[in-house]
């Protein structure tokens, strides 16, 4: 209030009535700010001169009949009637210039639409309409015209731009104490940190209010942090703080994906169409990441890009493209109806330039670590043409094992992170096919001929929650039985006599989960119930079979191991109103620490890229464990006493504060006695009452103090 | 530490107030009887019969002979405690929210929520020494700069010299009883940033504490306003009281009434949480309550506390030997 009382008196000072002035109209001179900088610094500069001319909705359509006055309302009459089918024309947005001297139309005219989108419509639409049989549309986007006549006629070799060394985007991994980083969003800010379980906090390494419009999202070796813009996405990293390495336009970006050796980003974009009937509009482009160029980009209708399965499944389903295991990222794949298109990365076209049949193909998974794909076609014909799960080697195209199953009602493939197996969840339909059970085809992918082995729960109807693979491991765990208390089971690939076996390793009863989710290196395991289930946790080592903890993080809504299996993240977002915030536990089930941020959206742990050791190091190491940790409990040690000895530090000087209040307080109470006094009528004051009565309690507490602890010592 | 369970009111509690010698508890209540406990084992002495709306708050003499109440049936009363009969009535035009004796009894403050066009306001009163004598007129009408906000709570400052006042516009002010002048009000940048639902000021007066729907506690300096201390929780706090014995603050709160019903117990936290004053770290809570915690009150010898929720449960804990050995 205020503020604009100074204003308005200032005004008035200076005779200017606000109300005549508009503050658009007011021109500042060019290239000078006065000083005051403009927000939107990320600003895609080069973009935005696009959007600047205001002239993307206009058409010039060439090629029309030239005709005299006369007939020329006649033209402009058929002119509209075939635009407005194809866009909504501005009104007076049809101009149709006419030679001053003859009165005669120059056989060109500007069409101006209400949106950008209408304007690329018609001109796709039209272009090459035959009006007869001379007049062929030539029709072109205004803009062009200004792009292409400032092409220059001859070639210049593009400037060689000096070579600037980039910072090492690795630098978080040389950290002196071998800690992650994890990245959280909550509110507008998006921060990341180390994750300092020694000191028990994190450690703020950068924070920034609206760093992305949506979400983030690190590159699976975690080299870049990539984030969304109205715009288009964005990466960062670097070595100390976050620069943006790299921006890749794509306006309205919905989601991005990342190959897996990082080397190409594939963002998505689709557009609600106007029409209700037609199927959204998706414009998919894939980027290097390192040079920012595009590499193709592919438009279609959703249709195009969704399965067509038996259930219709409506928009596309992310990714669209799967990206071939390995860190060569040679291979992406696109499922759409009846075909497989697998595309490779050196030309960025279909391999044999051409997809591959097959009729009714609903689901594709890549092997992480070869070039092979594995499919389900589910049964056709009311059951006369079976169900098979096949996998196919790319870029051979050979199908190297399939397998036909018989009234399947559904499956679900699941690969083991190094590629060796892959399960194949088959449900199927019990003879009456009113109700379904489920059980397992096991792939042995590295072995000869890859033999397949059929494995059934020990109780057959059980419903499958959960599966997960062990990490580089041969066990997986399921969960299986009914809600609320289903059981868990763990198996492995290898029996002790027969490597070739499946074996069960053991079953646990009712357990309060509905989540698996194993340590990335293996051997351990939480069992967590979550949403229905509270956020019940039960920290479990498979190699023992023992339950190492239970703990609760009540509400947890995500939990995310980090990426060497050190530490654990429960979070609850904000689906939830309530404790909204992270926890980090180690390994077994200890709470490290927990922190509370309201609205709290994402976590997400820095990945780290495979280690260098080879197998028979990490072997090594781990079987002289001993030796090798001493420095690190030691070093544990010394900042245990350092926080203990801070802490000390810390209470001391506050107590000190205290008492210098408490002091302070007591002497102007024993001035105010008098006053006091006078109040209460002259009643004696409650000074000497209240120090006795204070003393009496204290005297109290402490004999009860003392006395106990003299008898417990003797 | 199992406490006792006093199930005599019928709404949610609102106050709770134990007199100067720490044997009686008066507690206040949505439904319209204040009702007055043995402090030790819970048994109910008697009520107030005679207000017409929800009772807000109260404040006992310090020679336990008068109860004064503040209700939403807009006005506030005079009791005589050992009898339960009104001496005075106070009458307002609107709600009564907060009452508090002066040092002497001689005076009492009185906030009025705003109603109908009128402002929310603070009312200083002569209590007279017999009743016969009490007038109804006020010694002095403060009115908070934002007249649509609540001023949940006023209490006197040191030597009855000021008025310290705290409500929905998060700002604490305090104010001169001699002129009604505004003296200090609480800085934007370290104050509450939500609603202040609760204050509770230091025996001596030296101190005061203020719970916020910010989910925050903060110890004040109430002489210059200066803020020591701050707690943070995980809900809206409702009702702060401070430990007369031990370095103790104790917050109780809870998720929003209203919420209660469609969320697990759990999610609720409706626990007293015990804070280390100094250090402003968490010692530990008690459980208990089903609704959220709306007033909390230690006894002045600090061996027991007392509880009041949404749940309409007062409970009384007597502390067990081993909390006051409590180490952190």
């Known amino acids: 209030m205020a503020a604009v009382v100074d204003i308005d008196a200032l005004s008035a000072q200076l005779g200017v009535n606000w109300s005549e002035v508009n503050l658009d109209s007011i021109q500042l001179p060019p290239g000078n700010n006065f000083g005051i900088e403009s927000d939107d610094e990320a ?17 010039v359509v060439d090629h029309l009949p030239v005709v ?21 024309i501005k009104e007076n947005g049809l101009w149709m210039p006419v030679d001053p001297d003859t009165k005669m139309t120059l056989g060109y005219c500007f069409i101006e639409f209400n949106t950008p989108q209408e304007a690329q419509n018609a001109k796709e639409k039209s272009h090459g309409y035959k009006l007869d049989k001379t007049h062929i549309f030539a029709v072109n986007m205004f803009d062009d015209f200004d792009r292409l006549m400032n092409v220059r006629e001859e070639w210049e070799p593009p400037q060689a731009r000096p070579y600037v060394p980039g910072e090492n985007l690795q630098k978080w991994l040389t950290d002196e104490k071998a800690r992650d980083q994890l990245v959280i969003r909550s509110g507008p800010d998006t921060e990341v940190y180390w994750n300092d379980a020694r000191q028990k906090k994190p450690e703020p390494v950068h924070k920034r209010p609206y760093w992305t419009e949506s979400y983030v999202q690190w590159s699976p070796l975690g080299t870049y942090l990539v984030t969304l813009h109205k715009q288009g996405a964005a990466v960062w990293g670097g070595a100390d703080t976050f620069t943006r390495l790299m921006r890749y336009q794509h306006s309205m970006v919905k989601l991005v994906d990342f190959s897996p050796g990082e080397r190409y980003l594939v963002t998505y974009h689709s557009q609600e169409p106007s029409n209700p009937r037609d199927a959204s509009k998706v414009e998919i482009k894939v980027f290097d990441v390192r040079t920012g160029r595009m590499m193709r980009d592919f438009k279609g209708s959703a249709d195009e890009f969704s399965i067509g399965g038996p259930g219709g499944v409506a928009g596309a389903s992310w990714p669209v493209f799967r990206w071939a295991g390995g ?5 992406f794949a696109k499922l759409s109806k009846n075909t497989i298109s697998v595309y490779e990365t050196e030309t960025f076209s279909l391999i044999d330039k051409k997809s591959m049949k097959v009729d009714n193909v609903v689901d594709i998974c890549w092997s992480p670590t070869d070039s092979i794909l ?16 096949a996998l196919v080697q790319i870029p051979s195209k050979v199908e190297l094992r399939q397998k036909n199953l018989f009234s399947v009602s559904d499956c679900k493939m699941y690969w083991q992170s190094s590629g060796e197996y892959l399960a194949v969840k088959v449900d199927r339909y019990t003879k009456t096919k009113k109700s379904t059970y489920s059980g397992f085809e096991l792939f042995r992918i590295k072995e000869r001929d890859i033999p397949i082995e059929v494995l059934e729960l020990d109780n057959k109807n059980d419903k499958i929650i959960a599966f997960a693979w062990e990490p580089k491991g041969h066990r997986f765990a399921v969960i299986h039985g009914d809600q609320p208390r289903p059981d868990v089971s763990f198996y492995s690939m290898k029996t002790a006599q027969n490597t070739g076996r499946v074996s069960k390793l053991a079953t646990l009863k009712a357990k309060q989960a509905n989540a698996l989710f194993w340590s990335p290196t293996g051997k351990y395991i939480i069992l967590a119930g979550l949403k229905g289930f509270n956020g019940q946790l039960e920290f479990f080592n498979v190699d023992e079979l023992e339950t190492m903890a239970t703990a609760e993080h009540f509400m947890a809504t995500d939990i995310e191991w980090d990426p060497t299996g050190r530490y654990v993240a429960t979070a609850v977002t904000s689906v939830h109103e309530m404790e909204n915030g992270f926890t980090i536990w180690s390994f077994n089930g200890n709470l490290v620490y927990r922190i509370l941020k309201d609205h709290f959206f994402q976590l997400a742990w820095r990945p780290r890229p495979p280690s260098f050791l080879t197998a028979e190091k990490e072997e090594e190491i781990a079987k002289n464990l001993k030796k090798y940790s001493k420095k690190y409990e030691a070093e544990d040690q010394d900042v245990s006493l350092l926080l203990s000895e801070q802490d000390r530090e810390k209470r001391r000087a506050l107590k000190e504060e205290w008492e210098k209040w408490v002091m302070q307080w007591k002497s102007l109470h024993e001035e105010e006695k008098l006053e006091r006094q006078d109040l209460r009528d002259g009643e004696v004051s409650d000074v000497e009452e209240d120090e006795y009565e204070a003393k009496e309690v204290e005297f109290e507490d402490l004999i009860d103090v003392t006395e106990e602890i003299v008898q417990e010592s003797m | 530490m199992t406490p006792i369970l006093m199930k005599g009111h019928e709404r949610p509690l609102t106050f709770l107030r134990y007199n100067r010698d720490g044997d009686l508890l008066f507690s206040c209540a949505k439904d319209h009887t204040p009702t007055l406990w043995l402090a030790h084992n819970g048994e109910r002495l008697g009520t107030y019969r005679g207000h017409n709306g929800a009772v807000s708050c109260c404040d006992v003499s310090r020679d336990s002979s008068r109860l004064i109440t503040g209700s939403a049936d807009q006005t506030a009363k005079l009791w005589d405690v050992k009898s339960g009969k009104q001496l005075f009535t106070f009458n307002f035009g609107s709600s009564a929210r907060s009452v508090d004796f002066s040092v002497g009894d001689h005076l009492a403050v009185i906030t009025t929520d705003h109603f109908m066009g009128v402002s929310s306001a603070i009312h200083v009163k002569r209590i007279a020494e017999d009743p016969q004598d009490q007038v109804g007129d006020s010694v002095l009408v403060l009115q908070s700069p934002d007249g649509k906000k609540k001023i949940n709570r006023a209490v006197w400052g040191p030597l009855n010299q000021t008025i310290v006042s705290g409500g929905e516009d998060t700002v604490i002010r305090i104010w001169d009883t001699e002129t009604g002048k505004l003296l200090k009000q609480s800085d934007v940048e370290v104050g509450h940033k939500e609603a202040i639902t609760s204050l509770c000021k230091a025996a001596d007066d030296s101190h005061f504490l203020t719970g916020s729907h910010d989910k925050t506690a903060k110890l004040w300096d109430m002489r210059s306003l200066t803020l020591i201390k701050s707690y943070t929780t995980v809900v809206p706090v409702n009702a702060v009281a401070m430990s007369p014995l031990l370095n103790h603050v104790v917050l109780g709160g809870g998720q929003d009434a209203s919420a209660v019903t469609t969320t697990d117990h759990r999610a609720g936290k409706f626990e007293a949480k015990f804070y280390d004053t100094i250090l402003e770290e968490e010692i530990g809570g008690v459980k208990g309550h089903f609704g959220p915690i709306n007033a909390l009150a230690f006894n002045p010898d600090g061996k027991s506390f007392s509880s009041g929720g949404e749940d309409g449960y007062v409970r009384l804990h007597h502390f067990d030997s081993n909390y006051f050995n409590i180490k952190i």
Do not use: R
Not at chain 1, 44 to 50: A, G, T
Not at chain 1, 68 to 88: A, D, R, S
């Open chain 1, 43 to 59: 600003v895609y500069h080069d973009d935005q001169s696009e959007f600047d001319t205001g002239f993307g909705n206009i058409i």
């Open chain 1, 68 to 88: 005299p006055k006369e007939k020329f309302e006649k033209l402009e009459g058929v002119l509209k009637k075939i635009y407005n089918q194809l866009g909504v």
């Open chain 1, 327 to 331: 860190k060569d990222d040679k291979y």
């Open chain 1, 374 to 389: 594995s499919l389900f076609v589910p049964e056709q014909g009311g059951g006369n043409q079976p169900a098979k799960v």
